[in-house]
């Protein structure tokens, strides 16, 4: 999670199960101007659109079952 929001420019990132800083990162998104968090959500449909978009995903998938299916092709041994 935290590694995608640094990556995509999507958002503050804290660590896990740090109140304090969570809340700070809260007043801090509070009193960022508009335009920065319209940027930090603009950044995050951009990485969804570029990474998580369904038909991007099934096409890798397809690729990942193509790849499968040829190594175990090549792998294979007929018995006769």
């Known amino acids: 999670g935290a590694d995608i929001v640094k990556a995509s420019g999507a958002g503050l990132v804290c660590e896990a199960e740090n109140?304090?800083?969570?809340a700070r990162l809260i007043m801090d998104m509070?009193?960022?101007?508009?335009?920065?968090r319209y940027s930090i959500g603009?950044?995050?449909r951009r990485w969804y659109d570029?990474?998580?978009?369904?038909?991007k995903l099934t096409d890798r998938l397809i690729e990942h079952f193509k790849a499968a299916q040829k190594r175990w092709t090549a792998t294979r041994t007929t018995v006769e």
């Open 42 to 44: 603009a950044a995050g």
């Open 50 to 55: 570029e990474h998580f978009d369904l038909s």
């Open 30 to 36: 509070k009193t960022m101007p508009q335009g920065e």
């Open 19 to 22: 109140a304090e800083q969570l």
